[in-house]
């Protein structure tokens, strides 16, 4: 980026009479060109060079090409199809390994590991070490020209032109090195035999995760540093070094690899373009209530939290008097990458609720009699395997019972009680899932289906025929949710830092939220939130 | 309470000539004075025969009526003196047993309980049943006139007029009824030896249990219930039914009984009186957001919750640009219900901390590693007993080190960091609890000392010489709240809504709160606590 004014005529450039400056300027500016042109060329030579040399590969080289590249955008949205592209195919039946799992005795073995690009040492057009990094944990990535790995040269141009902080799916075998690796905290290297970009961060950054690292007594020794104001600024960034991970971690860390967060309550504007906020006056600055963690959330997954997890306020001004809503109440919410498909989220909840319903039925017996004693209940009905549903599906048993609902619209809550008794009566579970929402009634950020943009990668999940839980894959390629955001109406520039989170690098990934009051309602068979919440705030309790 | 005006010449009231069912009800209430007057004298001779009865046990009753009473407030204010009454003499050395813990195979052991008076039933002047409730469980104290177990008919007297929702300890004898028990959750009774009233109830209550957990059933078969508003308004009753003590066990539980709670965070008017404090609208009244969860966590204990804790959002308005001060952040915030003091919740902290402590230290190494590497930090320094002192011990080592701080005013931060280094080299911790705050720089519901209301019967637990946790024993009493209240210049009518609802019966009680980026910031010594806040808030910034 250059910050010369493009056109030199323009009134805020100076005249070039007037500074003598400018002249040493322009002498330099085509020096400068001058050298580029001849490391352009060197480069050009090296690549007709090396092309020269793997004249021969020809013929394999479009075979070796599917063992590199850019994982489509598509293959991100779609569900099971292997037939979806070459990283898809690769991918398949195989397992990723987390980078801190890499240790000696694995030598031999061959792994898949998803991470960022930490950094890369260009050896030659042959040779390059790439370090990916993920959590904080960096490994050695080596990738050498080999006939025998079906590795050309240009998969070594592949990775040398990686943007860092992109992410890549790194497939090869791990290998001992000679020496002893310096500057990775895995003492294995892998012996790259895949690789593939699945997300890619833009070329300059704001903010560099070395920077953010670096000590004081190496800021002091003359190496650069990143000041507090731009590293909160660029909190998602900032969040990245293995400083920050083990901050956080030590905060809040639960055996199946989940964070927990606190995000703030605070934001400046107003959250999510919606209009039932709780405005404030913050210092001065306009705020409002966060009316979900959406945001935040969605910034911890950007600065590799990998799997989060908060329970926290929610704020809804909505004049909603109905048994089933509250302007204040607690949320759950999680946020998690998912390495192939949304799928996976789908898979948490599906083993998450059932597992709790069966440790409040296990260790709370007389609790749950003691409700039942006043408020009657008959113990919830759910599958070990959580029932699936498309939501055309859905419209079709709706439809078999004479229930007419519009395919491509919302279920209306009468209509979502009709469809839990369907339900009920054909799977015998009031517990289930029911996805690929119509893209028009979920949110912008919602990732479209790859068969059908109608259709979305979403769900929601009913508990006794009432909505509790909403989920989806996010849409994690700044320019696909610009344009749905434009789509739904919303003014970009409002939520550009929202965007802006995702062009520093972002793994694929999704998750859900569910109204916590609202699950034990269900559960104990409740007939209005308020018998839930503590000291519930509806549109006209505020007290006490 | 009668609705007729107390004033017949009142405007309010219709002039006699007009109405005759006027005349009737006149009669009516002749009538009822009458039979009052009957039952009166009636109850008198009672007594006055029972008195007769038990004139020849005169001498003994002396000693008698040490096993009943009042507890005064300046014994649940005082610390460890046993000579401070009849009631800290005879609890002395005992433990307190849970109501639900009370089983077959305790038979024949004396037991000490606390708990609620439930219901009274009179049998005569020599016997009584005392149903006592604890957490939704109850069970059968007999109280019966006997000169062997020193039980005298004033006793029973005693007993009989005790207010429902008080607090009782009750000493007896755990027997095994000749009939099974019905109406009672356990299935043993206590032959009573002696009772105290640790904390009295109005008679007369905006709500009773018993109707707040009748059932649908009940309700229509013509038996008294409660609306949903009447029993939100009165929360700190409701919830003290079994049903709901049930639904929020379900919510969150842990090992060592406390219930994790969530509190609404956004209050009518403006919280604890202060003026940091964030205003907004809400649907046309002014309210602002909970600077401290205080009043809900006290409304927990007096809804007999028993030991609440709660992680959440804490909110302060102050233009404080200090390494050490956010506008938002996360609070853990606990209160409990205490025995005898409030050394209690000392022993809590004392032993909670520690026990983080040292699991972040066993659980996070590679974590606190990835720190030191960039924020170089010594392990913290803490002892496996956590050192007390009072605040005039450390005035004392203060002064001697040449340090002089008013022993009635608070410390500042310089003067608490120069106490920690003399405690580190006295002591050799980073880690202690001081106690016995001045009571002029406590909130006013910190309860005095009873040897000294200069003192109150609080604490500060400090971490490298910064405070990090702030509790105290709270005044549970409404009259001498009301009165500290406005010592401290606050408009009571203000605050009346927390001062009523420890007029239904509370516990003694306290708590302390901590801000967890704070306790994580000075544990890993690092110099600001923008550190350890996720995305943080400070009068500046709102973003991202």
């Known amino acids: 980026m250059s910050s010369e004014p493009e056109n030199p005529s323009s009134s805020t450039a100076p005249p070039p009479e007037e500074s003598g400056e400018k002249i040493s300027k322009k002498a330099a500016k085509k020096e400068a060109a001058k050298l580029e042109k001849l490391r352009r060329r060197q ?13 021969s590969l020809s013929i394999e080289e479009e075979s070796f090409s599917r063992n590199y590249g850019d994982v489509t955008l598509n293959e991100l949205k779609s569900t099971e199809d ?103 905290t895995q003492q294995v290297e892998i012996q790259v035999r895949k690789v593939y970009c699945v997300n890619s961060a833009l070329q300059q950054l704001p903010l560099y ?54 995000s703030p309550k605070l934001l400046a504007g107003s959250s999510e373009g919606g209009s039932a906020v ?33 329970v926290g306020a929610v ?3 909505e004049d909603s008097f109905t048994h089933r809503h509250l302007c204040e109440f607690i949320g759950l919410d999680v946020e998690m990458a998912i390495h192939k498909h949304y799928s996976e989220i789908m898979d948490l909840v599906g083993e998450l609720f059932p597992f709790i319903f069966n440790k409040i039925n296990e260790n709370c017996q007389k609790e749950l009699e003691a409700i039942r004693k006043q408020y009657p209940f008959q113990p919830l009905k759910f599958l070990p395997k959580t029932l699936r549903l498309t939501f055309a599906e859905g419209i079709q048993m709706l439809k078999e019972a004479g229930v007419e609902a519009d395919p491509l619209g919302d ?26 929402y119509p893209s028009a009634v979920r949110p912008f950020y919602t990732m479209p289906c790859a068969d059908d ?17 909403s989920g989806a894959q ?71």
Chains 1, 2 share one sequence.
């Not at 943009?453 to 839980?469: H, L, M, W």
């Open 474 to 544: 996010r849409v994690h390629d700044p320019e696909l949710l610009t344009e749905q955001a434009k789509r739904f109406g919303i003014d970009v520039e409002t939520i550009k830092m929202y965007i802006d989170s995702f062009r520093y690098g972002a793994p694929p990934h999704g998750g859900f939220g569910v109204g916590l009051e609202r699950v034990v309602m269900l559960f104990c068979g409740l007939n209005n939130i308020r018998k839930t919440s503590l000291f519930p705030r509806d549109p006209l309790r505020l007290a006490p």
């Open 315 to 317: 704020y809804r001004a």
């Open 43 to 55: 480069e050009k030579e090296e690549e007709e060079e090396a092309s020269r040399k793997t004249a």
């Open 278 to 310: 709780f405005r404030l006056d913050y210092k001065g600055q306009p705020a409002c209530l966060a009316q979900s963690p959406q945001l935040h959330k969605q910034m911890a997954i950007c600065a590799d939290f990998e799997r989060v997890f908060e």
């Open 82 to 184: 292997p037939k979806a592209g070459k990283w898809r195919e690769a991918v398949e039946g195989n397992e990723w390994t987390d980078v801190r799992e890499l240790v000696e005795a694995m030598a031999g073995t061959e792994v898949l590991i998803r991470g960022r690009v930490h950094t890369y040492r260009h050896v030659s057009s042959k040779k390059g070490f790439l370090i990916v990094r993920q959590k904080g944990c960096l490994v050695q990535c080596v990738v050498t020209e080999s006939k025998e790995n079906h590795v050309s040269v240009n998969m070594v141009k592949f990775v040398k032109q990686l943007n860092s902080e992109s992410f890549v799916d790194v497939i090869g075998y791990v290998v001992l090195p000679k020496d002893p690796v310096t500057g990775t």
């Open 453 to 469: 943009p109608n259709y979305s990668n979403s769900f929601d999940v009913f508990i006794r025929g009432e909505e509790i839980i």
């Open 209 to 262: 995760v070395e920077d953010a690292a670096r000590s004081e007594a190496d800021i002091q020794a003359g190496k650069p540093g990143a000041n507090q104001d731009t590293r909160l600024n660029f909190r998602v960034i900032d969040l990245r070094t293995a400083t920050n991970q083990g901050i956080f971690s030590i905060q809040g860390w639960t055996q199946i690899g989940f964070i927990e967060i606190h």
């Open 411 to 436: 279920l209306n809550t009468e209509t979502e009680r009709k469809l839990g008794l369907l339900v009920l009566e054909k799977y015998n579970t009031e517990f289930y899932i029911l996805h690929r």
